[in-house]
């Protein structure tokens, strides 16, 4: 069945430092995928969505997320983290039932 | 434009009452769906309504309904509530059917049973 697993349940990463947060799915064709932020007490923001065509995608607030079929990845990735960026981050595949499937949950801390 | 609403943002109910949460989606989106988030179980589908019918549902109990009026806002009921169901509930709105275009969400329900 259709999921996603994001294997880091907390990182920590210093402010301006790269950031990449890792996502594997299982699916038999190509995906939909997505990644959403959330902070806390508020609801999901999409950052960026995957369908087909360039396995590179770019999203808000400068983040980019690269499709890799031979790694069944979607990771995440922004160059310089700021410190608003501290929140929780999901990936999610769209399931059989036409639902969104999310992983657990990264939850990102910056360091000033 | 407006974003998704949910109303109430806070609510506490006791074992065995029922409780209705209230979603209204974005102006011209006609699919609503619902989602429950616990730090146990993650994120997890409830249900979606498109054009007032009930598209697909989650696995959960017979306790989870829910409806949608003509003018697309939503509504959730749980009855004979459980501890277990404590939780952050969210609406999420598209303009069609389906999520293959991803959702907006709402800020959510808090809902905590005692």
């Known amino acids: 069945a259709q999921s996603v697993t994001q294997p880091d349940i907390h990182i920590t990463v210093s402010e301006g430092a790269s950031l990449e947060l890792r996502c594997n799915y299982s699916y038999g064709a190509t995906p939909y995928l997505f990644w959403y932020v959330q902070s806390p007490g508020q609801g999901l923001q999409l950052l960026l969505k995957?369908?087909?065509?360039?396995?590179l995608v770019q999203g808000i607030k400068g983040f980019e997320a690269e499709f890799k079929r031979s790694q069944s990845s979607f990771n995440l990735r922004k160059p310089s983290v700021h410190w608003s960026d501290a929140a929780e981050y999901f990936c999610?595949?769209?399931?059989?039932?036409?639902?969104?499937?999310f992983g657990a949950g990264t939850r990102l801390t910056v360091k000033p | 434009k407006a974003g998704v609403t949910q109303t109430p943002r806070y609510l506490i109910k006791t074992r065995g009452q029922q409780v209705t949460l209230s979603c209204s989606p974005i102006s011209g989106h006609r699919s609503v769906s619902w989602y429950q988030q616990t730090p146990g179980q993650g994120l997890q589908f409830l249900f979606e309504?498109?054009?007032?019918?009930?598209?697909n549902k989650g696995n959960f109990p017979g306790r989870f309904s829910g409806r949608q009026f003509s003018n697309s806002r939503s509504e959730m009921n749980v009855s004979t509530l459980e501890l277990g169901d404590s939780a952050l509930y969210l609406c999420?709105?598209?303009?069609?059917?389906?999520?293959?275009?991803?959702?907006?969400f709402g800020s959510g329900t808090r809902l905590t049973v005692v």
């Open positions: 999610a595949v769209v399931g059989p039932n036409n639902d969104m499937r």
């Open positions: 309504y498109f054009s007032e019918t009930q598209r």
């Open positions: 999420a709105s598209s303009l069609l059917a389906g999520v293959n275009y991803g959702y907006t």
């Open positions: 995957y369908f087909s065509g360039d396995t």
